[in-house]
Structure formats: structure tokens, C-alpha cells
């Protein structure tokens, strides 16, 4: 119904960001990974898939059409919703999606909050048919560990939401054990550990 949201960036949250379309503020739902791409004042282009309830209209927010695509037939398997399917997609990048069915890796999905082990396998033989195959596009995609420039990303990332530089500063100090304790730090991981520590200040 609504392919993608285009229009300047009207403001940041942890979880969401209100594009403004027409001089009407749409607000959309995206993972950390995707709201680290955007500033606020800037203009942006989102593929959205509208979720449609009957006590609410959700707007969910994407990189591109990939990741749109995976997150639409993510929720064809039994008992994933949006929240769900958006949390696989926080964790992982589509292509990294693709691979973990593909070699039924259940490690990299039970790496997703909300999924146990026997989920984990449900999922994989649901899945198995509907992915595809990875395509191993170049570069690391949206979602995939971060193993270099962590924190020039998520402190830009901070800056974007609103943060002062010195409070980005200060953020990034405060998420840099964590990041160097874990091999493939990710930075929406490291941006939700940042925001706690922010919140916690003010």
C-alpha cells in the first residue's frame, strides 16, 4: 500500500524516526542499523510495509527493498509478527538470514531476543523453501557485524538522533568494553547499550 516514505528527516527515537511527507509527519518504525543511516534536517528515502491491525496502522521503515522484502516473508512463518520479524532483521542482515537457513544455523537465530532453541529449528524448516538463497552481494550489509569503524558509526549515529557531541563522546567511551570484548561488534547493539547509558545521565 505505501511502497516507501521519501521526504526530510522530522525527528529521531531510539526505535522510530518521522519523516516528513507532504507536511505530514509519518512516523515508521526501524531498526537501530537503519537509524543510524539517517539525520535529522536530511533528506531520506525509506521502503515501508505498512501492518495493518485492527486497533492500529504501523509503518515499518527499511535500508531498501531487500530487507523490506525478507522482513514481509519473515512473517509468513507461524507465529512471527512485525516486532519479531524486525528483531531477526536488528541482529541480522538479510544475506545473513539467507546463510543461517541455508547451513540451519540455529546459533545465529537464537542470537534474536525472543527466540529460543526449538524455535529456532521451527523456524529454519519453515524458512528453508521461502528465503532463497544468499546472494552474497559485496560489503557488509545492514545488520552484519561490524568489525571496523564501530565507533565513528555509532557516534555518528548519536549525533543524528539529536545527542551533543561531547554526550556522543562520552557515550561511545561508556560502550567501548563491551565492544572490544565481542569479536563482531554490531553497532545497533552498541547504539541501544549507548542510549541506556545516556538516559541513565540525564
Known amino acids: 500500500m505505501i511502497a516507501f516514505v521519501s521526504g526530510p528527516v522530522a525527528a529521531l527515537a531510539p526505535d522510530a ?26 533528506p531520506a528515502k525509506l521502503a515501508t510495509s505498512l501492518v495493518v491491525r485492527e486497533d492500529s496502522l504501523t509503518l515499518y521503515g527499511f535500508a531498501d ?12 512463518a507461524s507465529g512471527v509478527g512485525p516486532r519479531l520479524a524486525q528483531a531477526m532483521l536488528a541482529v541480522h542482515s538479510p544475506d545473513a538470514l539467507r546463510r543461517a537457513v541455508a547451513t540451519s544455523d540455529e546459533k ?19 524458512y528453508k523453501d521461502r ?25 555518528a549515529a548519536l549525533i543524528g538522533l539529536g545527542y551533543a557531541t561531547r554526550e556522543a563522546d562520552e557515550a561511545v567511551a561508556a560502550v567501548t568494553p563491551q565492544a572490544e570484548a565481542s569479536e563482531k561488534p554490531q ?11 545516556l538516559n541513565r545521565t540525564r
Open 17 to 42: 524516526a518521522v519523516v516528513e511527507v507532504g507536511g505530514v509527519g509519518m512516523a515508521i518504525q526501524c531498526t537501530p542499523n537503519t537509524l543510524s543511516t539517517l539525520r535529522l534536517g536530511q
Open 131 to 155: 528465503l532463497g538463497e544468499p546472494l552474497g552481494t559485496g560489503g557488509p550489509a545492514i545488520g552484519t557485524p561490524v568489525t571496523s569503524g564501530w565507533s565513528d558509526q555509532l557516534h
Open 187 to 197: 553497532v545497533g547493539q552498541l547504539l541501544k547499550a549507548a542510549l541506556q547509558t
Open 108 to 126: 545465529a537465530l537464537t542470537a534474536v531476543p525472543g527466540i529460543g532453541k526449538k524455535g529456532a529449528q521451527k523456524l529454519l524448516l519453515e
Open 65 to 76: 527493498d531487500d530487507e523490506r522484502q525478507t522482513f514481509e516473508l519473515l512473517q509468513t
